[in-house]
């Protein structure tokens, strides 16, 4: 979800926006009851170029942004259902199987679908299903319901961060393998500007089996734990004002990495991710081991979710999704990039030889 004055920016900027894509705004699509009963859910999913230009930008011609090369990525979509929108955050288990979480409070599973060379093509097996509340009872209203970060602790529980309503709930997984209803989970004590709360939800291990961070849309960061509390780290700062922080997913050892997206009438939707060594370090010592920017030419929307896998070859996998926030003129994708790091630098050559002079006897 977009804070505070971004939120407005979404409004004025929209027909800015659309105009350099020869569209018309249309009003936003309210969300109504599933026309289908039960949780089984039909997709259409459309590929998703990396870039629509053509012929397209050299830098782009082979299918890569830096050191990052794109695995394909699809627009999602449901004739059965008018609430598959607003996905703000994912996670993805080493078998395909994927869980996001939505604003009006419901939880998306899914299969990726892979072709023979591993890129992504297609999500089979959907299904949509309200969270619920201790009651047991699905979310009512915006103000309970908008769900902003998932994270899948060691254990199997999930954790879900909620804005507006402030709160972090444990959903217990059970031995049959659903999930209890939920408890609150340690939160950090502070006040969140209104819609720019908890966006960013990770499990971090390297801290300990019940650890996860937290963070802000601008760019505030905790580490948590279900044992104790919050303590506040150095912020995973934005590349300016104008940027927001939307997501965490943890990643070898004590590495993460963090989504920050942002929109202007010019450039519309960019986003950018960065692998951060270590984030516990002060800021003045914070380390990218690399980043990708989604700009310019390069397909993208208004991007939330953040998941990292590992390919067969090695590579770490980065999925993207983006949040339509409800409006026909925005989609919701799911793009995949595989990253693989450079090698390590040659050793430095030995030092000659210290050579003697002879003595004068």
Known sequence: MIGGWRTLLVAGLATASLSQCGKKPEPAVLPVAPVKVGPEISLVTTPVPLTTANPPPAALAAGAIGRFVYAGGVAVSSPDTARLHGLSDLKIAPNGAIVAVSD????????LKLDEAGRLVGLTDGKLSPLKGPDGQPLQGKDKADAEGLALMPNGDRLVSFERDARIWLYPRLADGSFGPPRPAPMPATTFPDNEGMEALTAYPIAGPDAYLVGGEEGETWLCRLSTSCQGLAPQSPPDFTWGLTAFASFEGQAIATLHRALDPIRGWRAQVRFVVDPRAPAAKQVWAA?????????RDNFEGLALTRTPAGATRVYLLADDNDMSFERTLLMAFDWTAPPPAPPAPPAPPKVRKPRRR
């Open 104 to 111: 009006d409070g419901d939880l998306f599973e899914a299969r």
């Open 291 to 299: 980043s990708l920017t989604l700009d310019g030419a390069v397909s």
